[in-house]
């Protein structure tokens, strides 16, 4: 037997308090296995053990909360019986190393999460951060890990409608690749993970075990160095075609009543399958290691319990029920095997060529993980208002910013996933948010994901505010009702009291604004230590979101639809450029305040715009973000090739004015008889409204300011992305 | 009209199809599972978009020698209409119901979205109801789309009138020879294009120019 060194200790990334912990519950020394599957149960990775403590304060209730987090993902009711079950993960650290396979599995892996409760995958999601553009790894990373998404989503015949792709030199040794999955059940055919009961047959599905992914979640629990790329063999390899099979296959069991618990097997596979089955249900769990289906010969009990091989479950079920499951995966063509029982002993017991190779109590490993109230600084935010040149060009500088990489059209992107699959997508990528109709209704889900790094990285607090205003924002202008969110918390290393300190106040950014916006956090995940070489990327705490359309056919799209309707701006317009676009694309400076949310002003405005919609009053509608209200307008252009006219706005500096990033703001287009009655209710409703000008043409005019032609515009848009992929374009480095 | 959606592992557009044969037909068709031996008797046969068998291989060759193919290629042979739509067209090809091969994208990418169409041949049944010269839009969405056949077929199938669906003028998506999306069999009773016609058969989704292709079926076949 290995005996268990300090320097193994270390390796494991354990610390030597958390070692001293693992003794003293085990009342002796871990044998090998054992200190295997404490390393990674007890990894940040899995335990959350920086982050739990903050995590408490978000809020995650509410009536339409059916399930909140510590699932595999969130449920919400949408009526008529229906629910949506969605949930945001990442896979940073595999796809640095590998971008087509760690993408690829980050997908498989998040769809799992949502196959598992039951609920048929229907849409996907990414939010992808790289670094910047002329560094030597970025082209080869974004065109890995975009046809990473695309290889498995397209196989699975999931429609991925959209997502962020963003570049920034912050992530130039740690890319984020973060990706949403929402699917869809029935309220009443929900499956969770509780192992209750004991003497009940465990159930390995899917795939075979393998020696890929071992200490998968040990490596995304550290920081990066020059040796990254070493650390590939940790990388799992991505097979859609089995995942889709074992989609069918548990869907079909899951119309049984044979299941009791189910649960993927994701990061530290059977380890934490078991461990979170066996401590959620109150039971223990047996497992027999010579039944698991492998792939190889000779693995140990150790390779087992640590593979993160790929596309494999484990279910408990009713005692009885094992022939029926057993025909409903032969005819997939999948592994099936019995490999253990529950117990009611409280304990994991791992067999193996006969022995016992390990025995833990399952709450030691799960409940009994450390949580750590690690120390923090908060940071005075980023403040004042930066200089600009005022004398520039309002039109030349539009050119630019439409061609800069965080603005420039994602059509190279969006084009490699398979988006129309389902024939439920309503609204593709493009958008605001996207529209994907719930099957054989009239209701449909909008879907987001937003965060403005730059912002957070200001101020932690104001800029996870604006994630989640933002992403409400998105919803809303669809004519969504914005139900809940998912988080997905990338930050640095946390045992930094700095990037604890952003941590410890994004989070309370995102309570504030879920709190505000009746918006709870219903399934989230964490990843921390993206840092390379002790350079932490900028806070990066991205929100998906999930809205309701209950009439799809009251939905208003960016898209101007008619010549002659007048333009109104909705919100108040004072020209905040700090961290804006502009600055950092025209003036090269990262600097000043982030725009402050006002989350009562959100609140209104959006419900303002969303009766718009609901009425039947404006099916035209944007929200302002980056690049603020000429950009915005610009985006409204562009997809029909009609122009507008606007006037002179009040205010300080045509500039700032045009290109400030204000907060709570949105651009709407309505029938020209109908705009003194918008305005006029806006006006009742408090909501500050301006007549900003008429659609038509094919140019942008600026009163004062001149005019730019639709083509110039097009043409600046669409070609910095595939001049960029393919290699014909040195950009601008950000 | 009776249909059969043929189901392979990882079909991924079976249900987009018997969708759209449902609301056109008011019929559902009739789901058939690849390891059956036998189909029952329809008027038309849908093989679906999808990743047939995960496509490792050759996109469909794999599905091309499935116990259902069998049955397909017999049935075909008698007469019965088949309908090949992307992935569908890829193992009708493999299978030898279709000349040519569908080869990667000239791009190497997958490449999803609207493309132009023009119906170049009215006289078949899948096209009756379109005009000659219409032009169209159906959503592409494959990696290896790009049409391929030696000269002389490609002669051939243009001098029998066999090509039905060109991609418009700078429509191509694929590097497809000639701007080929769509042929028919020498009985002219089997169809195979890469775009999606059951993508287009919901206003709410984008257009129905896909509805006409069902509608000549229906009005043909019942």
Known sequence: MTEITPQIVREHGLSVEEYGRIKQLLNRDPNLVELGVFSVMWSEHCSYKSTRAHLRRLPTKAPWVLQGPGENAGVIDIGDGDVAVFKMESHNHPSFIEPYQGAATGVGGIMRDVFTMGARPVAMMNALRFGAPDHPKTRHLVSGVVSGIGGYGNCMGVPTVGGEVNFHRSYNGNILVNAMCVGLARADKIFKSAAEGAGNPVVYIGSKTGRDGIHGATMASAEFNEDSEEKRPTVQVGDPFTEKLLLEACLELMATDAIIAIQDMGAAGLTSSSAEMGSKGGSGIELDLDRVPQREENMTAYDMMLSESQERMLAVLKPGREGEAERIFKKWELDFAVIGRTTDSGRLIVKHKGQVVADMPVHALSEEAPVYNRPFERRTPAGGTPAYDRARSVLDSLARLMASPDIASRRWVWEQYDNTVMADTVQRPGGDAAVVRVHNTDKALAITTDVTPRYCKADPFEGAKQAVAEAWRNLSAVGATPLAVTDNLNFGNPEKPEIMGEIASAVDGIAEACRVLDFPVVSGNCSLYNETNREAILPTPAIGAVGLLKNVHRMATIAFKREGDAILLIGETKGHLGQSIYLREIEGKEEGAAPPVDLATEKKNGDFIRSLIEAGRADTVHDLSDGGLLVALAEMVLPARIGAAIARLAGSDAIAVLYGEDQARYLVAVREPDADRVLASAKAAGVGATLLGRTGGDKIAIEGAGEIAIAALARAHEGWFPRYMGGTELPLSN | ?222
């Open chain 2, 1 to 222: 009209m009776k249909s059969a959606v043929v189901v392979f592992p990882a079909s991924n557009c079976d249900r987009d199809a018997a969708v759209a044969l449902e609301q056109l037909t008011g019929e559902k068709p009739h789901m058939a599972w690849h390891a059956d031996a036998e189909l029952p008797d329809v008027d038309l046969i849908v093989l679906p978009g999808g990743f047939a068998y995960g496509d490792y291989l050759r996109c469909g060759a794999m599905a091309a020698q499935s116990r259902i193919m069998r049955d397909v290629k017999k049935k075909a042979d008698e007469g019965v209409t088949v309908l090949g739509i992307c992935n569908g067209f890829q193992v009708l090809t493999e299978t030898g119901l279709l000349p040519g091969a569908l080869m990667r994208n000239a791009q190497l990418k997958f490449v999803c979205k609207p493309v132009g169409l023009e119906v170049e041949e009215t006289q078949s049944v899948f096209t009756r109801k379109y005009d000659k010269g219409q032009r169209l839009s159906f959503p592409v969405a494959h990696g290896d789309g790009n049409y391929f056949a030696d000269e002389e077929t490609l002669d051939r199938l243009e001098g029998e009138g066999r090509v039905v669906f060109r991609y418009a003028p700078g429509e191509n998506p694929n590097g497809s020879a000639r701007n080929i999306a769509g042929i028919l069999s020498e009985k002219r009773n089997v169809l195979g294009l890469m775009p999606h016609p059951e993508r287009v058969c919901d206003p709410m989704l984008g257009g129905t120019d896909g509805v006409a292709l069902f509608q000549s079926l229906i009005e043909t076949l019942s």
